[in-house]
């Protein structure tokens, strides 16, 4: 055959309806690669231009090596491979099941001549003809998702990302997103290709267009669950097909269960806390001198928000079971011990209601290296103190760790009875959303020498913060609509592809429970087998990652199941799987009895 290519796009025409979910398969694949690309290289250039402003032009021969320039890319690079495997799975996944309801078309192929050589170049081409579309379309939308990030980090986050570039074109995103169309489609046409070469002209010939291996008669134990045994052998008997549905499913979770560690990440590098001040006021020699009445003087001032003081005294003598050691004590106010419960910065069995007021309970910090309990008791003087509870993390440390010392928290009325000390060692202050550097100078100019105002405004993080967990949480739920989609067309598909056989069994009685109910084991059949090894194998990583970002760099972090991560994406699993099951329900009621008998 000379001209069988010109079929290709009569062949697109016909299955449009058919062919919508790797179109979207595709797109997704390009938009994703396009805007991760982009968003990196945006990131460059923004560092490009902070070390032009800071540096002069010189400092662009070093933004190779550049540690964040580094970063970006890699991490670019990283997403890059997973996206790629995840899209080859799901299209195919979608071309298999398109090939197998297209064998009595490629058997007919093969009786007027066409060979194997062609059948493989035809399905091949056929998916790249799929790209002329669907690539331009993910290479759009990356572009102007691009430029929506853009301009919310560079006018909502704002801060270190005012120099992010404005509707920037990136060579290298775009460059990226053909790539990554071109090559999952190649890749993903070789199997169902060589699957459509080996149909026999017998097929065509016949008008069977089913499987024509021989396979083992199924077991039936109980007559009653025939269907349910029928739906079950339908998903396991084509092993290929089982093995590339499963893996679509277990990738998807795999995915899901590995960005969730990311989120961690971001929390461990930029920890947020609800007593983050914007203002210290501290004395110059570290000494508890700040008069107390200072912290109502200041909270009526134009531009305040909160204000809370600590005081602290170090190198106590106590007696820590039976052991006498020197700790620390350190006071917190009544807003800083609610952050700590609001915030989430307890360990579970902690009960901070005991440490308000004045009273004999405190918390203290847990520690690998420090036998200490909640529950356990600390002598200072006469006085015995209950641990009611202990922070997951020392948070007057930049690296979390104790270093093996004992420090101790109170409420403000324990630490003046415990020292006797009512005034403070440092005074914080949260500012509002409209405060001026005026509002500041006037904070400075009611201090008198033995006090030095600290304005760290520009060190609080939680815009980045916003940002990046913002990014995270998008990826996220990029990956679930894919899944959700990939799950009910790869089981559209497939019920597509037997559809004669449940013509045949509706014709002889087989009612529309009895149906539904063979359609839902075999999709459950995929979702369980797939939840199953993507729970294993996701898990596995996501315990690897959480070692290799947070354990290496923060000795005091522990991973534990992520039990929440967990139940939500079997929940969009089994969901997806139900909305398939009705989805194709409705595409065999659709589909006329007399009509499909009339083609056998």
């Known amino acids: 055959m000379k001209n069988y290519l010109s079929l290709i796009p009569i062949s697109a025409k016909v299955h449009r309806r058919q062919n919508r979910m790797t179109l979207l398969c595709i797109i997704f694949a390009v938009f994703l690669v396009t805007a991760i690309f982009s968003m990196a290289d945006m990131g460059v250039r923004m560092e490009s231009k902070r070390l032009i402003s800071k540096h002069g032009s010189e400092a662009l021969q070093g933004i190779s090596n550049n540690k964040t320039a580094q970063s970006l890319y890699i991490s670019a690079i990283l997403l890059f491979i997973m996206i790629l495997i995840a899209g080859v799975l799901m299209i195919s996944?979608?071309?298999?099941?398109?090939?197998?309801?297209?064998?009595?078309?490629?058997?007919?192929?093969?009786?007027?001549?066409?060979?194997?050589?062609?059948?493989?170049?035809?399905?091949?081409?056929?998916?790249?003809?799929?790209?002329?579309?669907?690539?331009?379309?993910?290479?759009?939308?990356?572009?102007?998702?691009?430029?929506?990030?853009?301009?919310?980090?560079?006018?909502?986050?704002?801060?270190?990302?005012?120099?992010?570039?404005?509707?920037?074109?990136?060579?290298?995103?775009?460059?990226?997103?053909?790539?990554?169309?071109?090559?999952?489609?190649?890749?993903?046409?070789?199997?169902?290709?060589?699957?459509?070469?080996?149909?026999?002209?017998?097929?065509?010939?016949?008008?069977?267009?089913?499987?024509?291996?021989?396979?083992?008669?199924?077991?039936?134990?109980?007559?009653?669950?025939?269907?349910?045994?029928?739906?079950?052998?339908?998903?396991?008997?084509?092993?290929?097909?089982?093995?590339?549905?499963?893996?679509?499913?277990?990738?998807?979770?795999?995915?899901?269960?590995?960005?969730?560690?990311?989120?961690?990440?971001?929390?461990?590098?930029?920890?947020?806390?609800?007593?983050?001040?914007?203002?210290?006021?501290?004395?110059?020699?570290?000494?508890?001198?700040?008069?107390?009445?200072?912290?109502?003087?200041?909270?009526?001032?134009?531009?305040?928000?909160?204000?809370?003081?600590?005081?602290?005294?170090?190198?106590?003598?106590?007696?820590?079971?039976?052991?006498?050691?020197?700790?620390?004590?350190?006071?917190?106010?009544?807003?800083?011990?609610?952050?700590?419960?609001?915030?989430?910065?307890?360990?579970?069995?902690?009960?901070?209601?005991?440490?308000?007021?004045?009273?004999?309970?405190?918390?203290?910090?847990?520690?690998?290296?420090?036998?200490?309990?909640?529950?356990?008791?600390?002598?200072?003087?006469?006085?015995?103190?209950?641990?009611?509870?202990?922070?997951?993390?020392?948070?007057?440390?930049?690296?979390?760790?104790?270093?093996?010392?004992?420090?101790?928290?109170?409420?403000?009325?324990?630490?003046?009875?415990?020292?006797?000390?009512?005034?403070?060692?440092?005074?914080?202050i949260q500012t509002t959303k409209d405060v001026t550097d005026d509002n500041i100078m006037d904070i400075n100019n009611i201090l008198d020498d033995n006090y030095t105002l600290h304005d760290r405004r520009e060190q609080r993080t939680t815009a980045t913060y916003m940002a990046f967990v913002t990014f995270i949480y998008g990826f996220l739920a990029i990956i679930t609509l894919v899944t959700v989609l990939n799950i009910v067309n790869s089981i559209s598909m497939s019920v597509s592809a037997r559809i004669k056989q449940y013509g045949v069994m509706r014709s002889i009685g087989m009612d529309e429970r009895q149906i539904k109910k063979m359609i839902a084991s075999e999709a459950f059949t995929y979702a369980i087998s797939g939840c199953f090894i993507g729970c294993i194998v996701g898990l596995l990583i996501s315990k690897g990652l959480y070692d290799t970002l947070i354990t290496s760099h923060f000795s005091y972090a522990v991973w534990s199941i992520p039990i929440n991560s967990i139940i939500m994406v079997l929940l969009f699993v089994c969901g997806s799987a139900i909305i398939a099951v009705y989805h194709s329900l409705k595409q065999i009621k659709n589909t006329s009895i007399t009509e499909i008998i009339n083609e056998l």
């Not at 961690?264 to 508890?288: A, K």
């Not at 910065?345 to 203290?364: M, W």
């Open 93 to 428: 996944s979608s071309i298999n099941s398109n090939v197998a309801k297209r064998t009595q078309f490629f058997g007919m192929m093969r009786c007027i001549g066409m060979s194997k050589k062609q059948i493989i170049r035809f399905v091949r081409l056929e998916a790249l003809n799929w790209c002329k579309t669907a690539v331009p379309i993910g290479i759009i939308l990356g572009i102007v998702i691009t430029w929506i990030l853009c301009a919310f980090l560079r006018f909502v986050v704002a801060d270190e990302f005012s120099n992010m570039p404005l509707f920037g074109i990136s060579i290298i995103g775009i460059i990226s997103g053909i790539v990554i169309g071109v090559v999952t489609v190649l890749i993903a046409s070789s199997s169902p290709a060589k699957k459509a070469a080996e149909v026999s002209p017998i097929a065509a010939v016949s008008g069977n267009s089913q499987n024509t291996h021989a396979t083992k008669p199924v077991a039936i134990t109980n007559l009653s669950k025939i269907e349910t045994t029928l739906g079950i052998h339908h998903a396991v008997s084509a092993k290929k097909n089982f093995i590339l549905m499963t893996s679509s499913f277990a990738l998807s979770i795999i995915l899901f269960l590995s960005f969730s560690v990311l989120i961690d990440f971001v929390g461990y590098i930029m920890p947020q806390s609800s007593s983050t001040s914007d203002l210290n006021i501290s004395s110059n020699d570290g000494s508890n001198s700040i008069d107390s009445a200072l912290l109502e003087k200041i909270s009526n001032m134009d531009g305040v928000k909160k204000v809370y003081g600590r005081r602290n005294l170090f190198n106590i003598q106590a007696k820590v079971g039976k052991d006498k050691e020197k700790i620390d004590i350190i006071s917190y106010d009544e807003f800083d011990l609610e952050s700590l419960s609001k915030d989430k910065l307890l360990k579970s069995g902690s009960d901070i209601s005991k440490v308000y007021g004045n009273n004999n309970s405190v918390l203290t910090i847990w520690d690998k290296e420090i036998s200490l309990e909640i529950g356990d008791t600390i002598s200072i003087g006469n006085d015995n103190f209950e641990i009611a509870g202990m922070l997951k993390y020392n948070p007057f440390n930049d690296d979390g760790s104790t270093d093996s010392k004992i420090t101790i928290i109170t409420s403000g009325e324990t630490f003046k009875r415990i020292t006797g000390i009512d005034d403070y060692s440092l005074v914080m």
